[in-house]
């Protein structure tokens, strides 16, 4: 008799408190000092307006209660009074706007920053991390920053002035009340401090949860077809249920911790204004205090804890800003690695894009970027002795030399982690060689610099990403603003303008995403006329035709045929057909060069390339 096994999901790490996060945190305040300050002092002279509030009430009750006043008597203190109260209201909506509007500001900064700094770390950083992590941290980890700037901040601030105001004002009216609310109110930020201990490591679990959970469902959603295949739906849906299920019992254990310092904070204040009211209660029945003034401090006892309870109200965002930015932080204090081609501090076109598979190409037409030199027509390269370990010290390359020459097709081919991909790598600049030379034509390939190098090469990826636009929307990431007869001419010498026009709406038709509503081969077609649009002296292809079957490898082989004439190309390969386009052939082992020349004579030499052929027929008889 057989059991199922269980998956079960590997267990949460438990975080460490650490006080650098809330000091990152605190390190863009300064960014939002002239917001906060106006909305302190907004809030700050809602609360000051209490007093003058709080007066005039008085003033109101005791000539009603002690005088017997009528309506008519009353009336001057009550005009005054509407007015107090609707300034108030708008000097708290206006603290909450502002707050609100640098909240919203900083968030949309920290967005394009964390996604600046991904670009920078590039695609060989991002397929170590789990994209739903990521989405998380782009959405929902930017969102609880924002919280704490908008919210917690600027109620902890006016928490620190109001409570000051009220207490000047009720000392010099009832000495014995003010030394109560003097002494009870450091009571509950110190129980806030106490039960925020407690709940602030939880609060990090659930992050880490809400980070795996994410990670999860997202792995799951894109490979649900491979899910299906296997019959493995069942099980992982088990799986993603197990984590949903750790994530809700730890979000409930924050909102016990959250339900119950909101009790705390309430029975402290309660029971404080109690003990003042039944102080004043006495002292008025022993004639030992005016009604006003008793009065008066009665109304102003649960204004002074507002602000303190407020604070206990707000007191969780702290807690998700922390969390969150223990994510965070890692991420925007990582160094990017040393561009391959001299480097721009910031982002510069032909860095990589949002799907990190192919670059995001530069304005065709733009200059370089000070006295860097432009890529040649037809330049010819050259890899002399290069070096590269990655960071795990994996090495890729080891030594590797070998020519590809102006205006040939150059094809990289070995077994899977020979070292092709790094190649392509270092020459896309998201990575640089530990040791030798790269040189185009002669010159460094660091002398180029990093803008004017992307400008001049282009890229058709093994898996080429289509973004959810338009088909001419995708084709003008080559050239922005290339005209409609230019990108006609780039899809027909790409073999795509056919079943482009076959289309409903032609070139404007929109994709689904990752090209929803193309084949394989229409993808792959659509993204050389792409590269043959930027026009670039250099042409880069990773397994052009890899996953396509017979007869969209045809096509788009006759494609490029047409498209690498003139042209220096590297392409990385193993495939016999995509060899046929190939002038010389360099056959990498373990990261270093064993064979090269024409691929005929390789063939007939009865070497490395001869073997990885045998294989290849043997495999596909």
């Known amino acids: 008799m057989s059991s199922t096994p269980t ?33 302190v002092a907004l809030g700050t002279a809602s609360g000051v307006l209490v007093v003058a509030q709080a007066g005039l009430l008085a003033q109101v009750i005791a000539s009603a209660v002690q005088r017997h006043a009528g309506l008519r008597q009353a009336l001057p203190w009550l005009l005054a009074l509407a007015p107090l109260i609707l300034l108030r209201f708008a000097l708290v909506r206006g603290s909450e706007r502002v707050a609100f509007r640098a909240g919203a500001a900083l968030r949309q900064q920290l967005r394009g920053e964390l996604l600046a700094q991904i670009q920078r770390l590039g695609p060989l950083w ?41 207490l000047l004002a009720v000392f010099p009216v009832d000495w014995i009340s003010g030394t109560i609310l003097l002494l009870t109110a450091p009571l509950i ?32 959603l894109q490979g649900l ?15 993603v249920e197990q984590v949903s299920e750790e ?15 909101s009790v705390v904070l309430e029975f402290l204040s309660t029971v404080s204004i109690a003990m003042v009211a039944v102080l004043i209660g006495f002292r008025l029945m022993w004639g030992q205090m005016h009604f006003l003034q008793g009065f008066f401090v009665l109304l102003l006892a649960p204004e002074y804890y507002a602000p303190l309870r407020a604070l206990g109200g707000v007191y969780h965002l702290r807690m998700d800003a922390i969390g969150a930015a223990q994510r965070l932080q890692p991420v925007f204090e990582l160094q990017p690695p040393e561009p391959g081609c001299g480097g721009a501090e910031q982002p510069a076109p032909g860095a990589p894009g949002p799907g990190g598979n192919e670059p995001v190409p530069a304005d065709h037409g733009a200059a370089g970027p000070g006295t860097a030199p432009s890529v040649p027509r037809t330049p010819g390269l050259r890899f002399e002795d290069v070096h590269f370990a990655y960071a795990d010290g994996r ?50 390939l660091e002398s180029f610099g990093q803008e004017s190098w992307l400008r001049g090469l282009a890229l058709v990826p093994q898996r080429a990403h289509v ?3 338009s088909i001419a929307d995708n084709l003008r990431l080559a050239r922005p603003g290339a005209s409609l007869e230019s990108l006609r001419g780039a899809a027909r010498a790409a073999g795509a303008e056919a079943f482009i026009d076959a289309l409903p709406q032609g070139f404007d038709t929109l994709l689904g995403e990752r090209g929803a509503g193309l084949s394989g081969g229409q993808v792959q077609r659509l993204a050389l006329a792409r590269a043959l649009l930027r026009d670039a002296p250099l042409l880069l292809l990773d397994e052009p035709t890899a996953s396509l079957d017979a007869e969209a490898q045809q096509q788009v082989l006759d494609a490029l045929r047409i ?34 020349g024409r691929p005929q004579q390789l063939a007939a030499a009865g070497g490395a390339f001869a073997r990885l052929l045998r294989t290849q027929q043997g495999g596909a008889a």
């Open 7 to 39: 998956a079960t999901p590997p267990p949460t790490p438990t975080p460490s408190r650490d006080p650098r996060a809330l000091a990152w945190l605190n390190g863009f305040v300064p960014r939002l000092r002239p917001a906060l300050r106006q909305a």
């Open 126 to 166: 991002l397929r170590g991390q789990q994209r739903g992590d990521l989405v998380n941290s782009l959405v929902n980890g930017i969102e609880a920053l924002e919280s704490y700037f908008a919210r917690y901040l600027p109620t902890a601030k006016v928490t620190a002035l109001v409570p000051v105001a009220i």
């Open 189 to 220: 930020p110190l129980f806030m401090w106490l039960i925020g201990r407690g709940a602030e490591d939880m609060n990090q679990q659930q992050w880490l949860r809400l980070a795996r959970l994410s990670a999860r469902f997202l792995d799951s």
């Open 225 to 239: 077809g491979t899910l299906r295949l296997l019959g493995a739906g069942r099980r992982e849906a088990a799986v």
């Open 247 to 261: 994530y809700r019992a730890a979000t409930m254990r924050v909102l016990r911790v959250a339900f119950l310092s």
């Open 395 to 444: 090495e890729a390359l080891r030594g590797c030399s070998f020519d590809a020459a102006a205006g040939r097709v150059t094809a990289l081919v070995g077994a899977s982690g020979a070292g092709k991909s790094t190649v392509l790598s270092l020459l896309l600049g998201l990575a640089r060689a530990q040791r030798g030379r790269i040189e185009v034509d002669g010159a460094a």
């Open 467 to 469: 973004f959810a636009a």
């Open 563 to 596: 498209a690498v004439r003139g042209r220096t190309v590297l392409m990385v390969s193993h495939r016999l057909r995509t060899l046929e386009l190939a002038d010389h052939v360099v056959v990498l082992e373990a990261g270093r060069v064993v064979e090269q």
